[in-house]
């Protein structure tokens, strides 16, 4: 077998390898491939991998030798599905990996908004606690979320798992989902009673053309003015023009972002500027432990579908 890794760069964390995927066959890794480059890459390959390089009806016509196609992420939009099943590609993902890594991004999110603690740090490392004459100050509020309602758009398994850490932190948990059987500690909620009711809201919906622009102007000016958007999903659920006025004029008091649209970030981006906007850049999948299973369930993967008992399949 002739394996290929297109895009290996953002999968493989420092000292991790290759090893276990390349023991199946003859293995070629890239760390980025331009699309121009993409058919000559991957020519002659019978088993392809891919993150975030793009494998179109073109490419994959070109490809004819194609046996199957390993995506490295949960997304798999990056392949043209009808056209892998018309030549009988067999395309995977690696279904929830991530989770515990994302839901404690949130919450790293949601502290660094709700307590400022690398803010309080650098002030006390430049000498402002030695010079204070009180035992004790804070530059920003401090805010409790013991009783605050987090808000969660979308009952997967991330946003499951964020739900339950929220009730472990006295959280009053409100969702909005298309699950009819919740724990009791979820309630199930409108749209708008959703952005009207949240402290913090959350977004793990998939990205669909419903979901398209889920957070914008009119859905905003539904929030509090102290409430604080979390987006760690897909950039596209938030209209990022709105959001930005919505911080700039005190619709919404905060927002933690690690998605944009656009990745890596546009320069012209009006998130980049705006007011109480933390952004980071999409890592909050990017945990040591996820990417070690992310590699782990690429193998088992490849494994089952050369035993003919494929697992973690996507289809059109």
């Known amino acids: ?167 472990a932190f006295d959280m009053k948990v409100i969702a909005l989902t298309s699950k009819k059987e919740l724990p009791s500690f979820i309630k199930s909620v409108t749209k708008n009673e959703l952005f009207r009711q949240s402290d913090f809201l959350s977004l793990h919906c998939p990205l669909t053309d419903d979901t398209e622009n889920f957070v914008n102007k009119e859905t905003l000016s539904l929030m509090k003015n102290t409430s604080v958007l979390i987006n760690t999903g897909r950039g596209p659920l938030v209209n990022e023009t709105d959001l930005a006025y919505a911080l700039n004029n005190n619709i919404i008091s905060a927002a933690g972002i690690d998605v944009l649209s656009k990745e890596p970030a546009d320069k012209n981006n009006p998130l980049l500027n705006a007011k109480n906007c933390f952004i980071t850049p999409h890592i909050a999948w990017a945990t040591s432990e996820a990417k070690a299973r992310l590699l782990d369930i690429a193998y088992d993967n490849i494994k089952n579908f050369l035993d003919d008992h494929p697992i973690n399949t996507v289809h059109a």
């Open 1 to 167: 077998m002739k394996i290929t890794v297109l895009d290996g760069f953002s999968s493989k964390p420092g000292n991790m390898t290759w090893a276990k995927i390349s023991s199946i066959g003859e293995f070629t890794g890239y760390e980025r491939t331009d699309s121009k480059n993409v058919i000559e890459r991957s020519k002659n390959s019978e088993i392809l991998l891919t993150d975030k390089t793009i494998l179109d009806k073109y490419t994959l016509l070109k490809l004819p030798e194609l046996k199957y196609i390993g995506v490295l992420a949960t997304g798999y939009n990056v392949v043209d599905l009808k056209q892998a099943a018309l030549q009988h590609i067999t395309v995977t993902n690696i279904p929830a990996y991530s989770t515990s890594s994302v839901a404690q991004f949130v919450f790293a999110h949601i502290f660094n908004i709700t307590n400022r603690v690398a803010l309080h740090s650098e002030s006390v490392k430049k000498g402002d606690w030695c010079s204070s004459k009180n035992f004790s100050y804070h530059l920003t509020p401090q805010t409790e979320i013991a009783n605050k309602t987090l808000g969660i758009a979308g009952l997967g398994h991330i946003g499951m798992k964020v739900a339950e850490i929220a009730n």
